[in-house]
């Protein structure tokens, strides 16, 4: 279906004071209004997708913030009202004495048609897992899944609305969410317990949450999944590896363990006798990333991609976009290698001893040199175009065609193109570039878990304590995993680059 949006914008504008209010309606984009601020002595401000507009000269009063907060529901724990029987949210601004002294007032918008990229994976009635930035999309998406899956497939729908963001304010829910009933929670400390009350009172088919992002949450949400009921919802995080860095929400895609292997097993597999591995099996089975309201990337296997993650391996997701036309189009994506455009077949990849000297464009190289020190690799990165026999960038500058992109090509130097600056696509990029030339080369990652098992050993031994190598946070937390599975006590020290684990007796 088409895109239709209704955004109840008269309900927004009729809580403004006049004065602010009639300059908002001479602006020409009113449709694109994202959301109004008003802090206390401080021009009120319109904010829209491209701009900013100062509303009047005028600095916001006292009077003026409580002419607002009269005129809309009352505020919960989380600072939270709305008006009755739309989409809007405002959210306050207190002082340490709890006086509002600033209110953003964001639109609400119900947008018919959203889920048409990800209706079938919505439809196969498996857990389906939104990820994405703030104001990217993933509540309305939310709300879309919750009113086709009731009107359109007849399941009972449960909508667990902890802000009543989902299906507006009020007792009575925002026609946005078709047939599907909505649980609203007193205060956000709660949404776990209405989680379970849902299931356990209502038998739902469906259950909707929005932003998961406690530990007790997460419980709730496996115990869900458990007893056979599809789950919908979103998370805190960008992309599947947050999920993985975050100790919290690691349960939602099976959670992380170290697991020592004995010397045969070990020895069959190649690898040191600490590895990672899944706990559990996912809560959800699908996690989509939104990178765009009209883009999306997709793990249509949580198993498969942890599991691919864990042991270092490529992860190849199915990307899919809707077209000018509104159709959807897909395809499976990985970091590529494309070669020179200076000749017919391009230059090859580095050999032997030959050193890369690489220059990065619209890639972060921060991340790029902490992979680096992961990997244990010397990165030899140059400020220079004249002076790399690599080029590195990002998709989306290759595909604009940049003048730097356009001037490596003219210079005949391969070009690395990477699909996204995380940690699993810059490795894979590295690996690619630093070939070991042998299969059986132990991973950093488990050159790291094999130090941490090596210091246990140690103080096991009589040791008093044991400092290791500098690593990320994220193998910091899994050196310390395998100290408190021996029963040892450890402790982080320093700081980046060089914050590392002690190890040591109690």
């Known amino acids: 279906m088409q895109k239709t949006i209704t955004d109840d914008l008269d309900d927004l504008l009729s809580i ?108 196969s009635g498996k857990s389906v897992l939104l990820l994405g930035r703030p104001g990217v999309g993933k509540t309305t998406m939310l709300r879309e899944v919750a009113r086709v899956l009731a009107d359109d497939f007849d399941k009972r729908v449960i909508i667990v609305d902890t802000s009543n963001e989902i299906a507006g304010d009020g007792d009575i829910p925002h026609p946005a969410i078709g047939h599907a009933r909505r649980m609203q929670v007193p205060t956000p400390t709660m949404q776990h317990a209405v989680m379970i009350e849902a299931v356990e009172n209502h038998m739902p088919e469906v259950i909707v949450i929005d932003e998961i992002g406690t530990e007790l949450e997460a419980q709730a949400a496996r115990t869900i999944a458990e007893r056979g009921v599809q789950l919908v919802g979103t998370a805190h995080g960008n992309t ?17 363990q170290s697991v020592t292997l004995g010397d045969e097993e070990a020895k069959r597999r190649g690898t040191q006798k600490s590895i990672l591995e899944r706990t559990a099996p996912p809560t959800f089975d699908i996690i989509v990333e939104i990178q765009d309201r009209d883009k999306v990337a997709i793990h249509p296997d949580v198993s498969e991609a942890v599991d691919g993650v864990l042991r270092s391996k490529s992860i190849v997701t199915e990307t899919r976009w809707l077209d000018e036309k509104g159709e959807v189009r897909s395809k499976k994506e990985a970091p590529a290698i ?86 699993p696509q810059i490795r894979q990029l590295l690996a690619t570039i630093y070939p070991t030339g042998s299969a059986n080369r132990v991973s950093p990652l488990e050159q790291a878990l094999g130090e941490a098992e090596e210091a246990v050993s140690r103080v096991k031994g009589g040791e008093e304590a044991i400092e290791l190598s500098p690593q990320s946070a994220y193998i910091r937390r899994l050196q310390h995993l395998i100290a408190e599975r021996n029963s040892l006590l450890s402790s982080s020290l320093g700081k980046d680059p060089n914050r590392r684990v002690r190890i040591y007796k109690e």
């Open 16 to 123: 403004l004071p006049p004065h602010i209010c009639q300059p908002l309606l001479k602006q020409p984009d009113l449709s694109e209004l994202l959301e109004v601020v008003l802090d206390l002595g401080r021009s009120p401000e319109a904010r829209f997708p491209q701009r900013e507009v100062a509303l009047s000269s005028k600095e916001i009063t006292e009077e003026e913030i409580d002419y607002v907060a009269s005129r809309i529901s009352s505020f919960g724990d989380d600072n939270r009202a709305g008006i009755e029987r739309t989409l809007h949210r405002i959210s306050a601004i207190r002082n340490r004495k709890g006086r509002i002294v600033g209110l953003t007032c964001r639109v609400g918008r119900a947008v018919f048609g959203t889920i048409k990229i990800i209706e079938d994976l919505v439809e």
């Open 240 to 256: 599947l590896e947050n999920l993985l860095m975050n100790p919290t929400l690691a349960d939602l895609i099976g959670g992380i």
């Open 338 to 423: 494309i070669p020179s455009r200076g000749t017919a077949k391009g230059r090859k990849p580095l050999k032997g001893k030959e050193i890369a000297k690489l220059y990065l464009f619209g890639v972060n190289r921060g991340r790029f040199e902490q992979v680096a020190r992961e990997m244990q690799l010397d990165l030899n990165i140059v400020r220079n175009l004249n002076g790399a026999n690599l080029f590195v960038t990002s998709k989306s500058y290759y595909r604009r065609k940049l003048q730097k992109v356009k001037d490596a090509e003219a210079a005949n130097l391969p070009i690395y193109v990477v699909r996204s600056n995380t940690p």
